[in-house]
């Protein structure tokens, strides 16, 4: 599977939109771009994924670039419930989940 | 909303004990995966189960880990002869298709002791 570059940490003030950037310059045709996020130790929590055109559900949007080379997910109204560390993984099929190190998001008050 | 559900929520052994970790997938998922997460590090493919068989696995996942789908709606992680590195969270996921999601459990806390 293709590697991501995440930022390590980022901060949001509650309310605002929080934008988390991904860059995967060598994904392949075939792979996804999905997006995780872990808070404490719990679970890995799925929020979205997409292949080449932008996607929208109840937690946030996948903006995927032209070329596929970078993505960008955004939280529109962050909440505090929304710290976490946000993983952008590359993904071909049903193969297993490679996860980096991840975002640490933290919405600030 | 249905969910992945694993037993025990932490499971404490002692050094060269066996142990198996169970997990309940999704009801109409066919992809079932277990992942690790050492304290502090990051989360860690081991295994995809696919059609009653491994279908992926990692360089972590050697002879010491087995699968099994027992029946229709447990799959199960044994880990024989345990080591004090083998504690660690472990995570069972599903996913219904490829290409889509994979919806992870709670996690089992494997305390080897």
């Known amino acids: 599977d293709a590697k991501t570059t995440q930022p390590t940490s980022m901060d949001c003030a509650e309310g605002r939109a929080a934008n988390l950037p991904c860059n995967h310059s060598t994904i392949s045709g075939n792979e996804y771009v999905y997006w995780y996020r872990q808070i404490h130790s719990q679970g890995p929590q799925y929020i979205i994924h997409?292949?080449?055109n932008n996607e929208t559900n109840e937690m946030a949007s996948l903006i995927i670039t032209e070329d596929r080379k970078s993505s960008t997910l955004i939280l529109p109204h962050a909440t505090l419930r929304d710290t976490a560390v946000y993983y952008c993984i590359v993904r071909r099929g049903a193969d297993g989940l490679t996860f980096g190190k991840g975002t640490h998001l933290i919405i600030q008050p | 909303e249905p969910e992945v559900t694993q037993t025990p929520s932490h499971q404490v052994t002692q050094m060269g004990q066996e142990v198996i970790l169970r997990c309940v997938p999704i009801?109409?998922?066919?992809?079932f995966y277990w992942y690790r997460q050492i304290l502090g590090q990051k989360v860690e493919f081991l295994v995809s189960?696919?059609?009653?068989?491994?279908?992926?696995k990692s360089e972590i996942f050697d002879d010491q880990f087995s699968v099994e789908r027992p029946d229709g709606s447990n799959f199960t992680l044994k880990i024989r002869s345990t080591k004090l590195e083998d504690s660690a969270m472990y995570f069972c996921?599903?996913?219904?298709?490829?290409?889509?999601?994979?919806?992870f459990g709670q996690g089992t806390r494997l305390t080897v002791v």
């Open positions: 996921a599903s996913s219904e298709q490829p290409n889509t999601e994979a919806f």
């Open positions: 997409g292949l080449k």
């Open positions: 189960f696919y059609n009653n068989e491994i279908s992926e």
């Open positions: 009801s109409n998922h066919l992809y």
